[in-house]
């Protein structure tokens, strides 16, 4: 029988945890602020369940528009076609991690003031 | 058969991921650990306090603590073995002395923060389910309980504490399910009861049976009672006067403590860089003076 496309397949090592980090997540993670405007890379964790993007925006780095209870409005770039949409995707903190392709510039900022 | 093949080859260990180590350790319910601090993210920066209660085999541990990512930052801090300060010294791991600790507690926070004159909390510690109502400047100070890894029965100390904190003026959601005296039967809390524990009644009653038909285990097991000159009677006086002690004064009391004393050093101390260097070099002056010498010798 044909091979399907449901929405988490072909992702058997893609959302697959890293050799011997299985197990819980490490705290840190949940404790992470994120304000609006902060740029976030989107990263599975294949352990959490809920709240998972869907596997185009996994490696994708995007901002922030939204903060709710336990997940992260972010704004994506997707090429569909001939045109790349600014798409708003919610994702659960855990699947969520800091960008640092902002850092030098907010570094410069801080040394210039 | 006396010899076995070795059951954990290399490949074993190479592959073997270690449990966090709090875990290895026995210490730490990460499961109940990430569902205490996670904080909604659209509080951004609050901190989210727990209340935690240990129990060791002599002591009491009550901790406020709010988590950070360098490391759990405690606010206030009340031990049982503070409490012969305030006039209880026996019995310090028993229900009432897990009361008289969240009291303790409760009150050095809101005295911190500066709250001890609104939120009074239940001065007359009566056994029913007491909750703190917000007052008219400040909302009251809100944290979760924090057991650990005790299993949670019905009558535990920790819910002893418990209830010494919420007496004390803190928010903490609870519910009586668990408080000494609630009955599965008539599913209701029996505020005599929970009242009897508070103030030490069980340990009176097994007191005085004790003494009537067992008086050498009775003279064993209370002996610091009976050194103190503690009755059964006199338990609940005792305890009502440590409440309103510490209700009086709960700020820490500081001891002196004397620098610790120098032991004897028993190995060698590591050298640092320059000195390890400097040995070097008065060894290769030495074996060059030797060598020099024998060379005089030879030529001679």
């Known amino acids: ?113 | 058969m006396v010899f076995v093949k070795a059951q954990k080859s290399k490949a074993y260990f190479k592959r073997f991921q270690v449990k966090y180590k709090r875990r290895r350790e026995g210490k730490t319910d990460y499961r109940a650990r990430i569902r205490l601090i996670n904080q909604d993210k659209n509080k951004y920066n609050t901190p989210k306090y727990r209340f935690v209660v240990r129990f060791t085999n002599k002591d009491i541990i009550a901790q406020i603590v709010s988590a950070s990512i360098a490391g759990d930052m405690v606010l206030g801090a009340a031990y049982a073995h503070e409490l012969p300060h305030y006039g209880l010294e026996v019995g310090l791991t028993n229900y009432a002395a897990a009361y008289c600790t969240g009291l303790l507690l409760a009150r050095r926070v809101l005295k911190k923060l500066e709250m001890d004159d609104e939120y009074e909390g239940n001065v007359e510690a009566t056994g029913e389910d007491y909750s703190v109502e917000p007052a008219e400047s400040r909302r009251p100070f809100r944290t979760l309980l924090d057991v650990g890894l005790v299993r949670t029965t019905t009558g535990n100390r920790v819910f002893g504490a418990l209830k010494g904190a919420l007496d004390g003026g803190l928010d903490i959601p609870h519910s009586d399910k668990r408080f000494a005296g609630f009955s599965k039967d008539s599913k209701q809390l029996d505020t005599e009861v929970h009242r009897k524990y508070i103030y030490g009644g069980h340990i009176a009653a097994y007191m005085t049976t004790l003494m009537e038909d067992e008086p050498e285990k009775y003279q064993s097991h209370f002996s610091e009672y009976i050194k103190k000159g503690l009755e059964a009677d006199g338990l609940e006086e005792m305890y009502k006067k440590v409440h309103s002690v510490i209700r009086a004064d709960p700020t820490p009391k500081k001891s002196e403590k004397q620098p610790p004393k120098e032991h004897k050093r028993y190995n060698l101390k590591k050298l640092t860089y320059e000195e390890r260097k400097a040995k070097l070099i008065e060894r290769l002056n030495a074996l060059n003076a030797a060598a020099g010498a024998d060379d005089d010798e030879d030529d001679d």
């Not at chain 1, 609006?36 to 964790?45: A, E, F």
């Not at chain 1, 699947?95 to 003031?113: A, F, G």
């Open chain 1, 1 to 113: 029988m044909p091979a399907g496309h449901g929405l988490r397949s072909r992702t058997r090592d893609l959302f697959a945890r890293p050799f011997r980090k299985k197990g819980p997540t490490p705290l840190s993670i949940y404790l992470r602020t994120y304000k609006i405007g902060d740029y976030v890379d989107v990263k599975v964790n294949g352990s959490i369940h809920k709240g998972m993007p869907h596997k185009f925006y996994h490696g994708r780095t995007g901002r922030v528009w939204n903060v709710t209870k336990r997940a992260i409005g972010v704004e994506v770039n997707k090429q569909v076609g001939n045109r790349i949409i600014r798409k708003r995707i919610h994702v659960r903190v855990e699947h969520v991690q800091p960008s640092r392709c902002h850092e030098e510039i907010l570094q410069r900022i801080k040394r210039n003031d």
